[in-house]
């Protein structure tokens, strides 16, 4: 079977390498999905959504990659750079709905 | 430039005591919102407003209260039946039409008990 990235609190980084970061969402009616990243002291701010009837969505240096079957979600960022280290959160909704409910965030530190 | 301010930045408060997070925004936005992020954790939702004069329980209301009398303004009150009130307090408003993309984040306040 395939196997599912798993969620992790800390994620260390090499400047210049790829970052991937991992969500599993609960709600399998949720159709809508979005990544923050949130800078120490700042609210969130919004990266890459996707929907439902996608499954891989690309943005600069971001990517997102949505596997329905087995509720995960995840975020590729291309070439890291120490102004990627940030706190990660994934968020899912019905498109349409105004509420979002966040996954528990992934710390990722970009090492020089 | 248009956007959402959270005061105080840093907010500390004796225990028994209450205590009022401000939130102010210029965006014209109907939809406003207060979440909590606790280390380790997503952020959770307590109290939302989708319109002047009404507000929403979220999912950990208690201890908490609001207002709403003006559209830019969703003060959000800390009262003492908060039992664990240390942690960062979130505000957010939202554009109409867009759903959950349509998000904006204050800066924060972290409020903590002494």
């Known amino acids: 079977g395939e196997s599912v990235g798993l969620h992790l609190p800390t994620l260390s980084v090499q400047e210049g390498d790829n970052s991937i970061i991992n969500c599993a969402y609960s709600?399998?009616?949720?159709?809508?999905f979005i990544w923050y990243k949130q800078e120490s002291g700042k609210g969130p701010q919004f990266i890459i959504d996707i929907r439902s009837n996608m499954d891989k969505r690309q943005g600069q240096r971001v990517t997102v990659l949505l596997n329905k079957t087995v509720k995960h979600l995840s975020l590729q960022i291309a070439a890291t750079q120490p102004g990627d280290s940030a706190v990660y959160f994934c968020?899912?909704?019905?498109?349409?709905?105004?509420?979002?409910?966040f996954g528990a965030g992934t710390t990722v530190t970009v090492r020089a | 430039d248009g956007g959402i301010t959270q005061s105080p930045k840093y907010l500390f408060r004796k225990e028994g005591q209450n205590v009022t997070l401000s939130c102010e925004q210029n965006?014209?936005?109907?939809?406003m919102y207060w979440y909590r992020q606790d280390p380790g954790q997503g952020l959770r939702l307590i109290y939302y407003?989708?319109?002047?004069?009404?507000?929403q329980k979220g999912d950990i209301a208690e201890g908490y209260s609001v207002s709403r009398e003006k559209k830019e303004s969703f003060p959000l009150t800390v009262t003492s039946a908060q039992k664990n009130p240390t942690a960062f307090y979130l505000c957010a408003s939202l554009r109409p039409g867009q759903g959950a993309r349509g998000y904006t984040f204050g800066s924060g306040t972290r409020l903590t008990v002494v």
């Open positions: 968020a899912e909704t019905v498109l349409g709905d105004y509420k979002l409910s």
């Open positions: 407003s989708q319109i002047v004069n009404d507000f």
């Open positions: 965006l014209n936005h109907d939809a």
């Open positions: 709600n399998s009616a949720s159709d809508y």
